[in-house]
């Protein structure tokens, strides 16, 4: 039961009981979600800390609806901040985590694909270098005029074979 202050000393700041228990809704939930108190009591009841901030004027009844910004107590801000800073820190290592996942899966199977041919990722490596070698020396010798139409992957082969066994032949040496 409201006591301090008397409900009618209230009553001339609003329209009437129900407008005036409304107010007094509003702000004590306002005092709830981290508003800072306008008025210094010693009351933990937030409704009767409503009524005191009406009954001294430091709350004001308007009629209709306003946008109000409300300030806050420094511990509720960053309180606040500290769960968006977790929450973006979150949902950054989630993201992280699905760009690796897709990337993974990727790897294995182009891993388990060479290994069903029998080719080990440093052959594999060697052939795309041999590859990349192969096309730049091809259109070089477009650019000097020599075009063909045809690629010659003859040499392309012989060379890679070339290379696969002088490799093989270090491989023996070193067991």
Do not use: H, W
Not at 43 to 61: D, F, K, R
């Amino acid at each position: 039961m409201l006591t301090i202050p008397p409900l009618e000393e209230l009553l001339p700041r609003a329209e009437n009981r129900y407008v005036l228990s409304m107010f007094a809704a509003r702000r004590a939930r306002q005092l709830t979600d981290g508003a800072r108190p306008l008025v210094e009591s010693d009351t933990p009841n937030q409704v009767s800390l409503a009524c005191e901030e009406i009954g001294s004027g430091a709350v004001v009844y308007r009629e209709g609806k306003q946008d109000v910004s409300i300030p806050e107590r420094p511990e509720i801000i960053a309180q606040r901040e500290a769960s968006r800073r977790e929450a973006e820190a979150k949902r950054a290592e989630d993201m992280l985590e699905e760009q690796r996942r897709p990337s993974f899966r990727r790897q294995q199977r182009e891993g388990s694909t060479f290994e069903k041919e029998g080719i080990s990722a440093q052959e594999a490596s060697l052939i795309a270098e041999q590859l990349v070698q192969f096309v730049t020396e091809q259109e070089a010798m477009e650019e000097e005029g020599q075009s063909s139409s045809e690629i010659d992957f003859t040499s392309f082969s012989e060379s890679l074979e070339q290379q696969v066994s002088d490799d093989t032949d270090k491989n023996e040496e070193e067991a």
